[in-house]
């Protein structure tokens, strides 16, 4: 069984793409970033767009856009269509198995620190320990969400027939459950919880019950690494001085946050600082400056077996290639 106790994610992605701009300069470019301005993980873009990291490492970066995420942007990887992309573990590694060429060139997200549990304000549920009997809900099915929730009810120490399960389509309608007493517990993410802290009240943070899981990865083609090695590079640094800044200066970076994630400077330098606080036996930050924690990777790989998926066969090291990251981030494999 895994050691929920130990440290893991994987959910969201993001995807760089080149588009020349009307009236813009030649090699323009702009990055289209999947769930950007929804998912937490996709906030050190902005940071490097604001603050002019992209430009510093001579991108030609002019605008984000948002896209949905996962399947879809490994698609676009191996379409041609994208030099570079974010993916979460589980759709990363059911494409390598199906034979995608791409390689991992960095972990980005190292916690899941942006998924919780909800109840309502006046819920009797007051600890994870209180679930037995009660309904749990998550997205779909063999989603990260689902996994997550039959880790909670391990972690917990209860069996999974001690709690009920509901797939609810979405982290939206799992709210609206929750709020019309079809469901006793939802999963919530920020920044939604940060714009609307008193409508819910957190029963758990996942770092705090469950072991680090990798939220997403940053992706590419055998054929980029081979055409565009100093695009790559250019792109990890530029997110590793955004990362920086959240680390050394949260009110600066939360200024580049604030406005695409529809929340307030001060929200977003709170949600930085929390996410950013080191959590577990190895204090890992949430946000990563691009090296590779191969343990957030295998805990979330280890943990699809709750799915009756089998990940123990992989090659860590035939998916990997750490050439791309920042100098000081080579080869950090269990940092």
């Not at 929920?4 to 030649?26: N, Q």
């Not at 009797?124 to 909670?152: F, R």
Request: proline share 6%; hydrophobic share 40%.
């Amino acid at each position: 069984m895994l050691n929920i106790r130990g440290y893991v994610m994987g959910g969201v992605s993001a995807v760089l793409s080149t588009a020349f701009l009307v009236g813009g300069a030649a090699n323009a470019e702009e990055i289209e970033i999947s769930n950007y301005g929804v998912s937490t993980s996709s906030m050190p873009y902005a940071v490097a767009l604001g603050a002019g990291f992209f430009e510093e490492e001579g991108l030609d970066i002019t605008g984000i856009r948002t896209s949905p995420g996962g399947a879809a942007t490994i698609r676009n990887l191996l379409a041609g269509d994208l030099p570079f992309g974010e993916a979460g573990l589980t759709a990363t590694l059911a494409a390598i198995r199906g034979g995608a060429g791409i390689k991992v060139i960095g972990t980005t997200g190292n916690t899941v620190a942006e998924i919780g549990w909800a109840v309502m304000p006046d819920s009797p549920i007051q600890s994870i320990e209180d679930l037995k009997g009660a309904t749990v809900s998550y997205t779909n099915p063999n989603s990260t969400t689902q996994a997550l929730a039959l880790m909670l009810i391990q972690a917990a120490g209860l069996e999974q027939d001690d709690v009920e399960l509901l797939s609810t389509g979405g982290v939206g309608p799992g709210l609206a459950a929750l709020e019309h007493g079809q469901v006793d517990v939802a999963p919530i993410t920020e920044p939604n919880y940060s714009r609307e802290p008193d409508k819910y009240r957190i029963l758990a943070w996942a770092p705090d019950v469950l072991p680090p899981l990798v939220s997403v990865l940053a992706l590419t083609t055998d054929e980029v690494i081979a055409e565009r090695p100093e695009f790559l590079k250019s792109v990890m640094r530029a997110r590793q001085k955004a990362v920086q800044l959240m680390n050394d200066n949260p009110a600066e970076a939360a200024k580049h946050v604030a406005e695409p994630f529809k929340i307030t400077p001060e929200t977003a330098e709170a949600l930085i600082r929390r996410l950013q606080t080191p959590t577990g036996p190895d204090q890992v930050r949430h946000w990563s400056e691009g090296a590779i924690y191969l343990t957030s990777m295998t805990n979330l790989a280890d943990a699809q077996i709750l799915l009756g998926v089998d990940y123990s066969d992989i090659d860590w090291d035939a998916i990997i290639d750490d050439s791309f990251m920042p100098e000081d981030q080579k080869g950090l494999y269990d940092q």
